[in-house]
């Protein structure tokens, strides 16, 4: 699966870099303890990163990733709702289909940037503190 980071927090690059490897891989299905259900885990190829919100739109047109991990607390002065329904709508995989989106995110529930994200259709939103 090919990633695109629109993220600059170094604890998330670590978790999503660590599955880059089948060792990565075996280490998450060590830690879940459940080898049957992540049977399917493959390792993920990091394709590129942005770490401003102003560069995530034009790189990711590039990189056409299968997914987009978005961090809410990027830098930069592009509003994250435009950012959203740019990518949903400009950013296809190299076959031509969607790219999904994960929001990680540490709003509130029902806060109007989830509602948005929930509306265009955001593949997963992974939200705490």
């Known amino acids: ?3 695109f980071l629109a993220c600059n927090h170094p604890d998330i690059i670590s978790i999503i870099e660590s599955l880059e490897s089948e060792k990565g891989i075996n280490k998450l299905k060590e830690l879940l303890g459940c080898d049957d ?3 399917w885990a493959k390792p ?3 394709v590129d990163q942005a770490l401003y919100r102003e560069r995530v739109l034009s790189k990711a047109q590039l990189a056409k990733p299968d997914v987009i991990v978005l961090y809410d607390k990027l830098p930069g002065q ?3 709702e435009n950012i959203l329904d740019e990518l949903r709508i400009e950013v296809k995989n190299k076959d031509g289909q969607d790219t999904r989106i994960i ?4 709003l509130e529930q029902g806060s109007p940037l989830l509602r948005k ?3 265009i259709g955001v593949w997963d939103i992974i939200s705490g503190k």
């Not at 929001?103 to 540490?106: D, G, N, V, W």
Request: proline letters at 0%; glycine letters at 0%; aromatic letters at 10%.
């Open 78 to 80: 592009i509003d994250l």
């Open 1 to 3: 699966m090919r990633v």
């Open 44 to 46: 993920l190829l990091i």
């Open 37 to 39: 259900l992540y049977s």
């Open 117 to 119: 994200a929930v509306e």
């Open 103 to 106: 929001f990680i995110t540490s």
